[in-house]
C-alpha cells in the first residue's frame, strides 16, 4: 500500500514562505488526486489544495493567490508552496489520497483514503 511522507514544516514569520514536500513510497497510477490539508488545534480538518493526475489544480479560496500546489512525477512527490504566510495559516499539515481526479469533492476529506503523518507549520506575528 502507498504510504505518504510529509517534510518541510517548521517556523516562519508572518509574511514568510515556507516549501512542503509529500514523497509517496511507490509510483501512484491514475486517476488520482494529492491533496493538502491542514487541522489547527480545535479546528476541523480543511482542505488546502489538491492536484490532479493530469496536473491540473485546485485550491480553497483563502489560499488561493498565496499557495501553489505542484509535482514531480519522476520523484514521486506533490510539493506545497506557501507564501504571505500568516500567523493564521499555523497548523498541522496533512497530504492525502485518493483514486478518483474528479473535481467535485476534490478537497473534502471524507474522499481521501491515505494519509501522511503530518507536518507542523508555525507562523508567529
Known amino acids: 500500500q502507498v504510504q505518504l511522507q510529509e517534510s518541510g514544516g517548521g517556523s516562519a514569520p508572518s509574511g514568510g514562505s515556507l516549501r512542503l514536500s509529500c514523497a509517496a513510497s511507490?509510483?501512484?497510477?491514475?486517476?488520482?488526486?494529492i491533496a493538502w490539508f491542514r487541522q489547527a488545534p480545535g479546528k476541523e480538518r480543511e482542505g488546502v489544495a489538491v492536484i490532479f493526475d493530469d496536473d491540473d489544480t485546485a485550491y480553497a479560496g483563502s489560499m488561493k493567490g498565496r499557495f501553489t500546489i505542484s509535482q514531480d512525477k519522476v520523484k514521486k512527490t506533490v510539493y506545497l508552496q506557501m507564501n504571505s504566510l500568516k500567523p493564521e495559516d499555523t497548523a498541522t499539515y496533512y497530504c492525502?489520497?485518493?483514486?478518483?481526479?474528479?473535481?467535485?469533492?476534490?478537497?473534502?476529506?471524507?474522499?481521501?483514503?491515505?494519509w501522511g503523518q503530518g507536518t507542523q507549520v508555525t507562523v508567529s506575528h
Open positions: 511507490e509510483i501512484i497510477y491514475a486517476p488520482v488526486s
Open positions: 492525502a489520497r485518493r483514486p478518483s481526479r474528479a473535481h467535485a469533492g476534490s478537497l473534502d476529506p471524507v474522499a481521501y483514503t491515505t
